[in-house]
Structures are given as C-alpha cells and as structure tokens.
C-alpha cells in the first residue's frame, strides 16, 4: 500500500519532468516547444536537417482574444532581432480558413500572454496581431496582400514591424509600436488549427533568426557581424546555409569547376571554400593582404583579380594572380580602383576608378598599361562586368538620379538603361549561359543613391539580360555590401551563391 502511495505521488511529478524535458528538447535553432493554452491536443515538431525545414503540427481554438491555443516552437532572445521564414501549409484544403501559421514573439508561455505574431491564416488573410498586455483583447492590423508567403518579424525596443510578401514579390510592410514585452521574450514559430479537435500542419523553409547589427549604418560601417555562406537555387528560390562564422566574410566567387567558391574575410585574406567537404582554406596572395570585397574569376577559371588596399598609391589597387595562389601581378598604378570584370578573351579587365574625383568605368589590359575611360557621365559608375558572349559590359549608375543598372558596348558607346524602378539596383552579374542576370536592390528609404553599405534590408532579383518584365525576388536578406558584389553564379547558371549577416556574439 505504502509503495502505491508513493507511485501516486511521484508519477505526477515524473510526468511532468517528462514533460518539461519534452519541451525543452532543441529543434534546429529553437530550444523547444509546447502547446500553449489548456488541454490543447497535442502538437509535435521535426527539422529536417537534409532540407533545413520545420515541420510543425498544432491544434487549439484560436489565437485571437485574451487566449491563445497553439503549438509553439520557440528560443528565449534579448533585445532586438529580425525573424524570416517561408511558410505554407502542408494542404491548403485545412478544415478551418482560419487555421494559422507564422512568428510569434511572447512574454510567456501562458495562454493569455501579451504577445505579437505575424500571421498568415488558411483563407489567405495575412495581419499582424498583437495583445499589449497579459489577458487583454487582441488587436489586428490587416495587410491588403493576401496568401502570403514569405512572413519576417522585427522587433526594435518596443517597435514591431511585420513584412510579407508572395514569395518573388516584394514586400508589403506594417509596424505597430509601444508593444512592451519585456526585454526577454520567447520567440518563434507556430501553427493554431482554429478547431480543438484538428491538428494542421506548416512548413516553414529558408528560416532565420537575425540579430542585427547594433549602431547606426552608413557607408562607413566596419564589417564586424557574423556571416551566412548560402546557396540558392534559382528555380525554386530554396536557400541553404552551408557556412556559419560570427565574423565577416564577403562576397563568394564560384569556381568554373563548380567545385568551391572564394571569398575574402574582414582582414584581407582570401579563401576558397570546398563545396564537399564545406571547410575553407587560405589562398595564397603573397604579400597582398589587404584585400576587398571586389574580386573576380577569370572566364577560363585560371585566374582571379583581386582588388587590395595600398594606401600610398592612393586606395584599392588590381592585381591578377592564379586561382591555385601564386605571387599577385598589379595591373592599376594607382587607387581607388575596384575590379568588378574580366573580358571573355582574358584580354581585359573593367573596373570602377576614381581618377579625376569622379567614379567612373575603365578598361584596362590584363597586362597593365593604358587605362580607357569608358564612362563621363557625371554620377557614380561602378560594378562593370562582361556578358558571357562578350558584346555588353553590364554596370551601375546613378546618373538617372537612383542607382540602376545599364550597358553599353565594350568600347563604350550606345549606352542604355536597363533597369527603371523605385528601388537603388548594384552589382548586376550575368548568368554563364548568358539568359539571365541577378543584383541586388536596396529599398530606397533605406540608402542614398550612391551608397551600398552593409546591414540592410535588401532583395537578390532576377531579371532577363534585356530587363524585359518586372525583376522577381530570390531572396529577402539582411544584408548589403559584401552580400553580392561580385560574380556569384554557379556554372550552370542553377544556383547562385551569397552571405547574408547577422551578430553571432563574436
């Protein structure tokens, strides 16, 4: 009886430790989950390391009210932090339109906690929602999009902000402020069937959970934030981590053989990044180690231009030297001059200087020698890079009064625009089957004109080479200079590669 007595006393106990540990057990990057609210059906949660995607199944009444019902995948945070996912149901024929899927930020995990979540419902309808206090109403802000697809939730002090967008859409935005969680919250992700007898199941792809950069961002900003080395694959826009550091590496190259991209880090060096075994090793440049993010593979893959600082020659200066490392030739006699392109022949070499307190694109043999100035407009120029077939340099100005790209002949004539939108448009890199190119966009409230600096909002787009039809989005990044500013294209025109940023406590 005594043993009986005890077994009804210890087993609520262990259950419940069983419990707790159930909910505390990692998932990804999260800590745990739980169903929050009151005998709410339980839901589970899976992530798929082969595809970097979380399967989350949940029931519950609703998430509206003064109480919420869910399951919830979540990890404590401080401070600010920008959370990014692509989310969809697995089924869009649920049993409730009002079935949800998307981020959530909280002060706890009771039901009635004070909460922000960004939401998509099964109808399509896609809100921001928010309870300011513990136990208070629900409140809603409507977006005029629907069936969104791409949900990001940014937290600043006590300003949300909700960003949604179908996915190769831009974003619709909405914010809503004086929302005082506290300062440690649970954040995360989470799916509510609207019908506690129903469990309904998300997919959430390409997650991120951003802690941003802390300053203000200028031009100047030195490049201190941890990197995300990613593919994409063109035609479905799915991403993949496959290189985490918490500091700054930038700008991937791909290699011809499609076996490693090369990239430079915060301090100068260079490295190629094996693509099998997903480790990188220094690439020798001899004494030139100073060098930037504006390096470039030749067209036969024997060779890289590099671009590194040389302060008594006035800034940035070329070199040239092999892929495997070697001893670096210098091409530019004098800086600023950032190397953005080679010729398909190997015979030349395009990049941005600064030679008469204008930036402007020059030519110059991969020999050295005579520079050509192939652009006067007054204005920035900068990022020239070759088509594949050789009849077009593809560049960026800003002499339309917006950064947009243009082209123009190899010698320099018949200059055009390609790109005219309500956005600042860099760096655009042409695709080695010549069809298609991809650059990167800064939202015009977030930069001037001339300036690409890093830790910003920004979207990859691509567009036709002829830039016929409206630029789709491939990728919504925090990011900016360093993302993309050189060619990055695998040699099947399948994937491209990119660093998107965030601060990982280095």
């Known amino acids: ?232 694959e063109i035609a479905t826009g799915n991403r993949e981590i496959i290189y985490s550091i918490p500091y700054s590496i930038q700008a991937p190259n791909w290699t011809k053989d499609g076996k490693s991209l090369i990239y430079n880090d915060s301090k100068g060096l260079m490295y190629n990044f094996d693509l099998a075994s997903r480790q990188p090793k220094p690439l020798n440049t001899g004494e030139v180690k100073s060098n930037n993010n504006d390096h470039v593979l030749s067209f036969d893959g024997k060779m890289i231009g590099l671009s590194s600082w040389v302060k008594e020659l006035g800034g940035s200066i070329v070199y040239t030297v092999p892929i495997t490392g070697g001893t670096p030739k210098q091409i530019t006699p004098k800086g600023p001059s950032y190397l953005h392109g080679w010729s398909p022949d190997g015979k030349s070499l395009v990049f941005c200087g600064d030679r008469d307190g204008e930036f402007d694109v020059y030519k110059v043999p991969v020999t050295g020698g005579k520079e050509t100035r192939l652009t006067s407009t007054k204005g920035l120029d900068d990022g020239p890079e070759y088509t594949p077939d050789g009849k077009y340099i593809y560049f960026n100005s800003v002499r339309s009064g917006l950064m947009q790209i243009w082209r123009m002949r190899p010698d320099g004539s018949n200059q055009e625009q390609i790109t005219n939108d309500d956005y600042n448009n860099w760096f655009a890199h042409i695709s080695p089957d010549g069809k298609m190119m991809v650059f990167l966009t800064f939202l015009k409230s977030e930069v001037e004109p001339g300036a690409h600096p890093p830790y910003k909002h920004v979207y990859i787009r691509l567009l036709p080479i002829d830039g016929k039809g409206t630029p789709k989005v491939l990728a919504y990044v925090y990011g900016g200079q360093g993302s993309m500013n050189t060619p990055s294209w695998s040699p099947d025109s399948k994937h491209i590669a990119f660093v998107s940023n965030s601060d990982m406590g280095n």
Do not use: C
């Open 1 to 232: 009886m005594k043993t009986k007595r005890l077994l009804q006393t210890a087993l609520p106990v262990l259950a419940l430790l069983f419990s707790l540990s159930v909910s505390a057990q990692k998932i990804g990057v999260f800590d745990g989950q739980t169903d929050v609210g009151k005998n709410v059906k339980p839901g589970s949660a899976t992530f798929i390391p082969q595809n970097q995607q979380y399967v989350i199944s949940g029931a519950g009444t609703n998430i509206w009210g003064n109480q919420d019902e869910f399951h919830f995948v979540w990890k404590k945070m401080k401070g600010d932090f920008i959370l990014y996912a692509r989310a969809e149901f697995a089924g869009w024929n649920g049993v409730e339109e009002h079935r949800k899927v998307g981020w959530m930020v909280r002060k706890n995990l009771n039901g009635n906690s004070a909460q922000v979540n960004a939401v998509v419902h099964g109808d399509g309808l896609t809100s921001l929602q928010y309870r300011k206090t513990d136990g208070a109403t629900t409140e809603e802000t409507r977006f005029k999009i629907t069936h969104a697809n791409i949900i990001q939730l940014e937290r600043k002090g006590n300003t949300y902000t909700m960003r949604a967008a179908k996915y190769g859409e831009p974003f619709a935005t909405e914010t809503i402020t004086n929302v005082a969680l506290g300062d440690d919250v649970y954040v995360g992700l989470f799916v509510g069937s609207h019908n506690a007898d129903v469990t309904e199941t998300g997919i959430f792809r390409d997650v991120r959970i951003t802690v941003p950069y802390a300053g203000e961002v200028n031009q100047s900003t030195q490049m201190t934030l941890g990197s995300n080395l990613e593919l994409l």
